[in-house]
């Protein structure tokens, strides 16, 4: 049996950082990166952001929320407030705020932003989690989706120090590309992508700018629903990688709030009915039966929506 990175990176993506590590260790070639977990996640040998000692002392609150969470498979709620006892004791006992957003906002935000830095803060699929990055440079892009083309803003960010849940406890083998403002502003990972590749062009660009027209359209559109959306377009233009067996290693029902994996168990289930294939048959689908499936169901979708969803 061979390693095969998108199995791994799928248990890591539905937050199963055990399963990804009992994975990894059925193969000795893998045995560094094994050393590395053990070291990190076993040992609790936590990184270290060397140029500033008080950043370094927020990034290892959410360090240590990623050990308790996904290792340690802790109660969420739990952490979560040892985050915020660990918060109090680097802003003062004063701080007194309801959850660790406010927190965010109130604390956080002002450390990282009078350091130079940007901050965003809040949950991705569910779990806490900020991305802090240095340098941001603006471009626009024309880009093609099924129901047209139109011009968006990307931002290009780079300089990162965090990058979330995913990106800690992948050591950066995988991990949120980007996303999109309220404002449809789509900011992209820079560092994540060949800019010329198909990920670019497809996974950021495509899959952003469907957020943002549903964003538009949509306001109180839920997180799945948002996500299946977007990953059927990947479906739809994507002709030199194989998404649709990367959505059915990520698929998962378990976790209500990771908007991600239920995603693409969606995309599972629906391309089952349609094709009658089983999950293990659907990834030898070829890229032309794919992108034909996956767009009458982005169609049938578009109408699901419009009747789910009141109009801005």
């Given amino acids: ?45 936590r990184p270290v952001y060397e140029n500033d000692a008080y950043l370094n002392e927020i990034l290892d609150v959410y360090r240590k929320y990623y050990r308790e969470v996904f290792y340690l498979n802790n109660n969420t709620k739990e952490a979560e407030k040892r985050m915020g006892e660990r918060f109090g004791a680097i802003f003062g006992n004063f701080v007194t705020c309801s959850s660790i957003e406010e927190t965010e906002e109130k604390y956080v935000f002002q450390a990282f932003n009078e350091r130079g830095f940007s901050f965003l803060g809040g949950r991705t699929g569910g779990f806490l989690g900020p991305y802090v990055w240095s340098d941001t440079e603006k471009k626009k892009y024309d880009v093609e989706l099924p129901d047209g083309n139109s ?17 800690y406890i992948s050591f950066g083998m995988t991990g949120t590309g980007g996303w999109t403002d ?15 590749g198909e ?16 964003l538009i359209k949509f306001g109180n559109i839920s997180s799945d629903d948002l996500e299946y ?15 649709l067996e990367k959505f059915l290693l990520e698929s998962d029902n378990s976790n209500a709030k990771n908007g991600h994996a239920l995603a693409s168990y969606k995309i599972a289930e629906k391309f089952s009915f349609k ?13 032309k039966e794919t992108q034909a499936v996956a767009l009458e169901l982005f169609s049938e979708s ?8 009141a109009m801005k």
């Fill in 229 to 243: 959306r977007a990953k059927l377009v990947e479906l739809i233009y994507s002709e030199q990688r194989n998404m």
């Fill in 275 to 287: 094709t009658g294939l089983d999950f293990k048959e659907l990834a030898a689908l070829s890229a």
């Fill in 1 to 45: 049996m061979t390693f095969e990175k998108n199995v791994f990176t799928g248990f890591l993506v539905k937050g199963e950082l055990n399963a990804a590590i009992s994975y990894l260790s059925g193969f000795s070639d893998q045995s560094e990166l094994c050393g590395r977990y053990r070291e990190v996640f076993d040992e609790d040998k």
């Fill in 302 to 309: 578009s109408d699901e929506i419009a009747k789910k969803y």
């Fill in 199 to 214: 990920a670019f062009r497809v996974s950021l660009l495509k899959h952003e700018a469907q957020h943002s027209m549903d």
């Fill in 151 to 167: 011009e968006y803003t990307v931002m290009l960010l780079d300089g990162f120090i965090s990058r979330s849940w995913l990106d």
């Fill in 182 to 196: 309220s404002d449809g502003i789509i900011n992209c990972v820079k560092s994540s992508y060949d800019i010329e």
